[in-house]
């Protein structure tokens, strides 16, 4: 059996030389196991602890610091020469606060990103869904064109699916929730039998749903389950709630139960859960695709197996029920494992950001490791003089590492510090569609990862200038004199920033192509004009308005009001609003005949508006007329039909005079196309437009079902939408208490939900990037400036002999570009490759986009050439006779 | 390497740590983690020994052929690398005892701690 950290501290191991691992490592990792088994996660800060020291000493001894320590009479041990020289290290570092502050900084940046995103990726991605077993929770759905289930489906697999011990159904419930305060808004769902049992989670008080309380009968009083914020902010955590009643939707209720906080299932939003009444039995409802499915798989099972049997169930279904499958349209379930289901969107992003601020801590480790390398150089001088004159030789490996573990354990705490203000801003700015956000905190699994990158930091920016340290003799350190830089050192440093410009490189460009998507995203017709547009969800209670005429009437006094209101251009209403709402998908009939099965019937999506709704979205006729004031409720019933549904439906003629009729429905009436409307991207951008069909929502009642009691307001205005808000709200407030109003905010940000996720990520690329390109800059300016340092005689015998400042300059910058230009084809050549795991997320432009390449050519040859130009311009302010005379 | 100088007396005194090793072997054989446990239930839980540490203490001794690699007891795991005390080892442990009694003893003799009862 493997035990939590196993997988890490296997990982670990490498961090000792070779020939301790192969020797130890084994044992080493069964030592863990056990340690792990009997001490829990606690065990990790002193297993980390012991393994820098040990790492760092064996590094030691393998370069050949310590004499093999046969004879211990004779040599202090590793662990006391470390914290020996710990209070020396201290001193040292208290002593170059410009250095000590930079190292800080750039590992506090670079741990504290690594840390924020972790704990996303942690809280999103690794923690498991909180349901006892849940590897064994599984989603039920369809692949296109049905996406979801209708109940005779949901009592077929119910019965024939074995792999399943339980499969239960929800649905996405919206409804007015009367409590102690004014009537609000909240989402719930409608839960068949069974729910809770099969997610394995009790109520925090009372109870949930009886079998009985399923069942059409009449219950006495309806019940229902709320969540604990429902409980705490509506209700002021009263402890008496379960002999309360609540009113939804107008109709009282019984609350019976709480449910903890941690259950947030279907999403985070979820503040009741309702019995779902089923009604197998009715024809129609095979054809009613709207369930939502998760079940619990028998012990061993799995999903796939569960997802071969669905399909061969699903493949009879044509054959026994002709008329609700069409031959064009084959029916295919997906059993998947519902973590799954829940990251599949997020998980490509969330990967690409962690390996972002895995980039932008190496090249953080670069620029320590290189800072370390110059205050080594100088310290080799300082050592080879004390050498010479008798002090041990391991001193100064020794001393580099305590400092560098000193310095990673400090830009550590400094990170979680950074962390922890980032994460915060991380949470304001992301999009409320990745999932399980409620997840994300700062917890142990954070501090260790966060422990273990900083010890793993600190060993890979202090082991090279440790080995360099080794490498130290006295009399060659001596001999350099003491302004030349040896040759391996300065090697080791170019080498250093060349990787980090790499790295810069892939960086940046990943960003760049990104951005470029989302432009191209932005940038795409959504065939109105969303800008100075104010939406708001106006939720008429069903039991107030038990009449279409008194919803028609209401609505058309709310729009009336709020046209008079200064600064509103115009207002109109609509069923449901863009991307983020559906009125679903509808068979219909057309041009007076029926097909003989609802298989074979055309379909669109249905939108209920008032006049006002094309003039206030500016969605331009193409043919025939928009709505009057004339269509009302006793005028003879008209519809106005997308471009979308004319192509589908009329190729090629003008569906203006052809008529529609909701399909297998004698009592509506054949209802003629008054007008072609443009089509908008009201699936959002990236999505195709389904053909739609509108209905005025004052005959709506007649020729589509029903009349909305939930609308859509939207409000052209003159200057910022959103500063309405308060007034509109007001205004419904006004004319119905009772009448909730939610969801205000701009038809632009409602447009740019669809683009949330990509923009977040955009958004925090874009950062890191930049961050990037700045740590790369301050490495090469680093190595610049410290080889100019090294050259200022050089420099000042060059300016004496007449060299003109341009040519000097030139050569100083040339050097830098010089050194940038190898990076940045090795970076190149990283970008191709790395282009293949983003291209999933490019849109509209390729990973080789030459554009893109070039532009972060150009950027980083900048910054360059302006990391070099400064230390050169120092250097040749000062005067060539002071340069000679120094040197 | 123990050669012709290689005398018990050339490795005393004992880092603490490595007494502790070589007298828990006297016991039998036992592998790190074991070694650990043994060590931690002697002292009462004041030393914790961890692997990196640890294993560092075995390569010495190792090294010095204080201790080597042994066959796993009977019933237990046998992929499990256990160790045993070599005679040298067995030698060095008994000279580093019989140098820390000297020093016992006159440590109880100028009343520094009282004389054990025997």
Known sequence: ?887 | MPGSHDTPESHLPLRPVELLLLTMLTAGNRHGYGLRQDILDHTGGKIELEAGTLYRHIRRLEEAKLLAQATAPDDEDERRIYYRLTPFGQKVLAAELVRLRSLVRLAESRRIISPARS
């Not at chain 1, 077993?133 to 296109?144: A, T």
């Not at chain 1, 068979?587 to 003989?596: K, L």
């Not at chain 1, 050089?794 to 040519?807: N, P, V, Y």
């Open chain 1, 1 to 887: 059996m493997r035990v939590p950290g196993e997988k890490l501290y296997g990982a670990l191991l490498h961090l000792y030389p070779k020939s301790f691992r192969s020797r130890y490592g084994a044992e080493m990792l069964a030592f863990y196991r056990e340690r792990r088994r009997a001490g829990g996660a606690k065990v990790w800060p002193r297993v980390l602890i012991d393994l820098f020291l040990t790492t760092a000493a064996e590094h030691l001894r393998t370069l050949r610091v310590f004499r093999a320590p046969a004879s211990s009479a004779s040599s202090a041990s590793t662990t006391e020469l470390t914290m020996q020289t710990f209070r020396h290290t201290l001193r040292g570092l208290v002593r170059t606060p410009a250095f000590t502050a930079v190292v800080l900084l750039t590992l506090a940046l670079g741990i504290g990103a690594n840390a924020a995103i972790f704990s996303v990726v942690n809280g999103v991605l690794l923690q498991p869904l909180p349901f006892p077993e849940p590897d064994r929770l599984v989603d039920l759905r369809f692949q296109e064109p049905y996406w979801s289930v209708s109940e005779p489906e949901f009592k077929d697999f119910r019965r024939d699916l074995r792999p399943l011990e339980q499969l239960v159904a929800y649905t996405d419930y919206d409804a007015n929730l009367e409590g102690d305060q004014e009537p609000v808004r909240i989402s719930g769902a409608r839960v068949s039998d069974g729910f809770f049992q099969v997610l394995g989670v009790e109520p925090l008080m009372g109870r949930t749903y009886a079998p009985d309380e399923q069942r059409p009968a009449q219950v006495p009083t309806p019940v229902i389950v709320i969540s604990e914020t429902v409980w705490r902010t509506r209700f002021g955590a009263d402890p008496n709630i379960l002999t309360r009643e609540v009113r939804l939707n107008g109709v009282p209720r019984r609350v019976i139960g709480v449910m903890p906080a941690e259950f947030t299932f279907p999403n985070a939003a979820t503040g009741v859960w309702l019995p779902l009444r089923l009604n197998y039995d009715s024809l129609w409802t095979r054809n009613n695709h709207y369930l939502l499915l998760v079940g619990r798989l028998r012990p061993g099972a799995t999903a796939e197996q569960a997802n071969l049997e669905a399909n061969l169930l699903t493949r009879r279904w044509p054959g026994d029920f002709p008329e609700t499958y069409g031959p064009g349209k084959p029916i295919i379930a997906e059993v998947k494992p519902l973590m799954e289901r829940v990251l599949a969107n997020s998980r490509p992003y969330l990967v690409t950001l962690l390996a972002a601020v895995g980039f932008v801590l190496l090249i953080a480790c670069a620029n320590v490791a290189n800072l370390l390398l110059i205050r080594g150089e100088a310290r080799r001088r300082e050592l080879g003089i004390r050498t010479a004159l008798g002090a041990t030789g391991s001193r100064l490996v020794v001393q580099q590492l305590t400092e560098s573990g000193v310095l990673a354990l400090a830009g550590g705490g400094l990170g979680l510090l950074v962390a922890w203000g980032g994460l915060r801003a991380l949470l304001s700015l992301a999009p409320a569609t990745l999932p399980r956000l409620e997840q994300v905190k700062l917890d142990g699994a954070v501090l260790l990862f966060t422990l273990a990158v900083s010890l793993g930091t600190g060993l890979l920016f202090g082991l090279l200038p440790a080995l360099r340290a080794s490498r130290g003799d006295a009399s060659s350190a001596l001999r350099d004199g003491a302004r030349s830089s040896s040759r391996g050192g300065s090697r080791m440093r170019r080498g250093l920033v060349m990787g980090e410009v790499a790295l810069a490189v892939v960086m940046l460009s990943g960003a760049g192509l990104l951005v470029r998507s989302l432009l191209s995203l932005q940038q795409t017709d959504i065939g109105f004009d969303d800008s100075r547009i104010l939406t708001a969800r106006i939720n008429l209670p069903p039991l107030n308005y038990d009449s279409d005429a008194k919803a028609i009437a209401r609505i058309a006094e709310i729009e009336e009001r709020v046209r008079a209101l200064p600064g509103v251009v115009s207002a109109g209403t609509m069923g449901w609003t863009p991307v983020v709402g559906e009125g679903g998908t509808w068979s219909i009939s057309i041009d007076g005949t029926e097909a003989p099965q609802i298989a074979g019937a055309p379909n669109a999506d249905p939108l209920q508006v008032t006049p006002g709704y094309f003039g206030t979205l500016g969605v331009p006729m193409l043919r025939g007329r928009a709505f009057t004031e004339q269509d009302r409720e006793d005028a003879p019933p008209v519809v106005i039909v997308n471009e979308a549904m004319a192509k589908a439906l009329w190729p090629g003629q003008d569906p203006v005079g052809h008529t529609l009729k909701m399909y297998g429905n004698p009592g509506t009436p054949w209802v003629p196309i008054v007008g072609v409307a443009r089509d908008i991207l009201s699936r959002g951008v990236g999505k195709t437009t389904p053909p739609t069909m509108f209905f005025p929502y004052a005959q709506a009642g007649k020729s589509a079902y029903f009349v909305p009691r939930q609308v859509t307001l939207a409000v052209k205005t003159t200057g910022n939408p959103e500063a309405l808000g308060p007034a509109v709200s007001r205004i419904v407030h006004q004319l119905d208490p009772g009448a909730p109003v939610s969801e205000v905010r701009s038809m632009e940000a409602v447009m740019g939900t669809a683009l949330a996720s990509r923009r977040f990520t955009t958004v925090l690329l874009g950062w890191f990037a930049a961050l990037a390109l700045l740590l790369a800059g301050v490495g090469i300016y680093g190595v610049i400036a410290y080889g100019v340092s090294q050259r200022t005689y050089e420099i000042g015998l060059r300016q004496a002999l007449g060299a003109d400042r341009g040519s000097v300059l030139g050569l100083i910058v040339t050097e830098g570009l010089r050194l940038t230009a190898m990076g940045l084809l090795i970076g190149l050549a990283g970008t191709l490759a790395a282009g293949q795991l983003i291209r999933s997320m490019l849109v509209n432009v390729k990973a080789t986009d030459p554009l893109t390449l070039a532009s972060v050519a150009l950027v980083l040859a900048a910054v360059a050439a302006l990391a070099s130009w400064i230390p050169a311009r120092r250097a040749m302010a000062v005067s060539p006779t002071e340069a000679l005379r120094g040197g």
